[in-house]
């Protein structure tokens, strides 16, 4: 049973990454009809917003120790942190340990530049074009977005961690009456999980509650009358293109510390979450929400040894078999609706 | 009125001969070669430097490539000679390789066996390589050793730490200076023992492909033998980044040590989820739960950062290593870079220089003759002191280090410290061992080429 909670909480967390990414994927698809194959990189983007937020406050400058020397017998030279000269040693050593939560700030305005740069300079060429072309200039430039931050970072993934506050465990077995060390859980992954559905619920309500938001939706389900009351459509498109960008990059920032960031997280990620689109059904937002935790879960279950050391490279392959299982039953996905993807 | 002497048959037959001839590989016609493939000219020699430029050992690729354009540099009586100052091998004297200037040509294996031999067969057949060295997956190793031998050059590998590629999968034409995970087992566990005790129980993850395999079972081996019983082994996707639904059946498996045969961004994300669910701060069976990494590199110790502290593996060298030899290479690659070498940067250099001079000793660039002369040869000076290229396998046999992540590291450099020197004798083996594919397991036959 220990296993089993443990399973479900890690199902949770892949699914919050999962859905985040989803979300962004369904809310351009909805609103541009645009099949955005550079989803993933946007989640990379955002996951780099935390390495460079990480860098830039841990800028140093040079000191040299002549006590010691370097691997070449010279004198050391030791790094000085700016944070520390500029706000003391313990203050600038918490600005330094909460650099990821601070990339959130950084990576809002960032991705949503990126996201308008993307949608203007870019893929407004292609709406009028067949999904087919679509999906290859996206996918071209998710290799590009790949290729310049390996350009820039290297190819290792970069350990990014979380602050000291937050890297601990919590310990359910205590709270479930297992004892203690029967269901460890890391905390930042519940703080991962806990932030991911306060964003999901809090685009849910900026659609749902806002004007802006019942004119999107209103645009999405048809969007020439919406034109026709005067209302400028396209540019709150563009906006929830930046959106939808803001939503992947945040989701990257706060998934830094789970996996350091890779320049080849972005198509690790892509075609797992146009599965989950997919399965919750296209242009459905609660649908990729719903799929995203769905097959979360199921992957958590078929990566437990026990299932794995039985039926070898099942979780490499559940998600698809789960994916056609549904299609077939549902062909619309999860919560689908009719019409989309067949004109 | 003329008169023609082409026949349909005629045209036919042509055609399909000359058609015949264009279509088969290069290396396969004898044109000018002195009896062997890309036989060189008089002025110049051409080296095919394969490494992974991109993919996921593209940063291990690039500091191959670094240490490969110091080796060209000292052969070619550039720099300040590094290792050929301190190598017990006197012949090299700075004017290339007798008498020609070394040149090369690079190609990028991807880290993927296909990728890796195409542009290893460019080489060979459109640049006239004479010699193919690189690598950085031991799948990529096999591959292109196989081709190599095949073509009919030498193939010096790179970092490549499977025991097939000198074992089960060895051939007559490549040669490894690397150590293997044999060697890994037979020198960590002995280390592991005197740390954590003879009554062990240690649950693997292992990376699902040849390298994974051969490392889980020369430190099952090695560590079973010693006493420690293996819970559990799991196989773990190659592609994999999240490793917590693997990590967390972990700690109440009955295990109390977890070993992680992972490499490059599988073991920073392995090692990281394991951190992560405070296996590191755990206890089980009574004891202080342990995880051990069996194959290290510096590279891969930057990227796990803070969690390598206190955890042991091994590794095949280190820029710490007090030895003249790696302290001149150490000193030309950090005057150059400004950064010490890594590991895959010093196992590539060596392999450059040891072919150079096997040519030189041979007289003679024919592969055949360059690996007489590599087989059964001893040599010292080039870092981990007495160094032998065992002849029965092409496997060099020489000190293998045992490493721990550094506690307190002075610089970004310093993440590794070497525990133990282990010495030569400890990590042999028959060249028929089991884990090295047997008695069925051969060079076969050099080949020439051409």
């Known amino acids: 049973m220990d296993q089993i909670i443990v399973q479900i909480l890690n199902g949770l967390d892949k699914g919050s990454a999962y859905a985040l990414i989803a979300l962004g994927l369904t809310l351009i698809f909805g609103t541009l009809g645009v099949v955005n194959f550079a989803h993933g990189a946007l989640f990379m983007m955002g996951a780099f917003c935390a390495v460079v937020t990480s860098k830039i406050l841990s800028s140093s400058h040079k000191v040299v120790d002549e006590t010691r020397t370097d691997f070449l017998g010279n004198p050391l030279e030791v790094d000085v942190f700016y944070m520390q000269d500029w706000f003391g040693e313990a203050a600038g050593a918490a600005i330094m340990d909460w650099a990821v939560p601070l990339a959130i700030l950084v990576s809002i305005p960032v991705m949503i530049l990126i996201g308008f740069v993307m949608e203007r300079g870019l893929i407004k060429h292609f709406y009028k074009r067949p999904h087919a072309d679509q999906i290859l200039v996206t996918f071209g430039l998710a290799i590009v977005m790949g290729e310049v931050i390996k350009y820039y970072f290297g190819a290792n993934p970069i350990q990014t961690p979380a602050p000291e506050a937050l890297s601990g465990r919590v310990d359910f077995g205590v709270w479930l009456g297992y004892g203690p060390n029967a269901i460890v859980y890391p905390m930042w992954r519940l703080v991962y999980f806990f932030f991911s559905a306060s964003i999901i619920a809090a685009v849910f309500a900026f659609l749902q509650f806002t004007t802006f938001g019942m004119v999107v939706r209103a645009g999405m389900a048809d969007r020439e009358t919406v034109g026709l009351l005067g209302i400028d459509i396209d540019k709150r498109f563009t906006f929830m293109f930046g959106l939808a960008a803001a939503v992947a990059g945040i989701a990257g920032v706060m998934y830094a510390p789970i996996v350091s960031p890779a320049y080849t997280m972005g198509m690790d990620w892509l075609v797992l979450s146009f599965v989950v689109v997919v399965v919750g059904g296209m242009g459905s937002l609660p649908g990729a929400v719903l799929a995203g935790f769905v097959l979360g879960i199921i992957e958590s279950f078929a990566s437990m040894p026990g299932v794995v050391n039985l039926l070898p490279g099942i979780n490499q392959i559940i998600i698809y078999v789960v994916a056609i299982a549904i299609l077939l039953i549902r062909p619309r996905g999860l919560m689908g609706r009719k019409g989309v993807m067949e004109d | ?450």
């Open chain 2, 1 to 450: 009125m003329s008169k023609s002497n082409f026949t349909r048959r005629g045209v036919l037959k042509t055609g399909a001969v000359a058609g015949a001839g264009l279509t088969l590989p290069t290396y396969l016609r004898a044109d000018g070669h002195a009896g062997f493939t890309n036989a060189p000219g008089d002025s110049e020699v051409v080296l095919g430097f394969n490494v992974p430029q991109t993919g996921p050992y593209a940063d291990e690729g690039a500091d191959e490539l670094r240490a490969y354009e110091l080796a060209v540099e000292h052969l070619n009586g550039g720099g300040d000679g590094g290792m050929l100052n301190t190598f017990s091998s006197k012949v090299l004297d700075g004017t290339g390789i007798l008498g020609r200037e070394v040149k090369y040509v690079t190609g990028d294996t991807q880290t993927k066996s296909d990728a890796a031999r195409a542009s290893a067969r460019s080489m060979i057949e459109k640049d006239g390589a004479i010699m193919i060295t690189g690598g950085s997956s031991s799948g990529v190793a096999v591959a292109v050793q196989a081709l190599c031998q095949e073509a009919g050059v030498i193939f010096m590998a790179g970092l490549t730490h499977s025991n097939d590629t000198t074992g089960k999968d060895k051939k007559a034409n490549g040669f490894r200076h690397f150590f293997n995970s044999y060697m890994t087992g037979a020198a960590l566990a002995p280390v592991l023992a005197a740390q954590y005790g003879t009554d062990r129980k240690a649950y693997h993850l292992t990376a699902d492909y040849n390298w994974g395999y051969t490392t889980e079972e020369a430190i099952r081996a090695s560590t079973e033998a010693m006493g420690w019983e293996t819970v559990n082994s799991v196989k773990t996707p190659l592609t994999q980044t999240d490793f917590s639904s693997y990590v967390a059946p972990v700690l109440n498996s009955g295990a109390d040590v977890l070993v992680l045969n992972h490499y490059g961004g599988n073991m920073i994300n392995s090692l990281t989820s394991a951190v992560q669910f405070g296996l590191r701060e755990a206890q089980a069976n009574g004891q202080n739960f342990e995880i051990v990494v069996p194959l290290y590199s510096r590279l891969m110790a930057r990227g796990a950062g803070e969690n390598v502290k206190g955890i042991f593996g091994s590794t095949n060298w280190h820029w710490s290593l007090q030895d003249e030899g790696s302290q001149a290479f150490v000193r030309s690659f950090g005057t150059k870079y400004g950064f010490p070498p890594s590991q895959a940067a010093h196992t590539t250099y060596v392999q450059t220089l040891l072919y150079a001079d096997a040519v030189t000793r041979a007289g003679s660039f024919a592969p055949c003759a360059v690996a007489e002369a590599l087989e059964d040869y001893e040599f010292d000076g080039l870092g981990n002191g007495k160094t032998l290229y065992r002849g029965d396998d092409h496997q060099c046999f020489k000190d293998v280090l045992v490493v721990k992540g550094k506690e307190n590291p002075e610089s970004e450099f310093d993440l590794l410290e070497v525990v133990e020197v282990t010495p030569v004798d400890q990590v042999m083996y028959d060249p028929a061992h089991p884990q090295m594919g047997g008695a069925e397991a051969t060079l076969g036959e050099c080949n020439n080429g051409a």
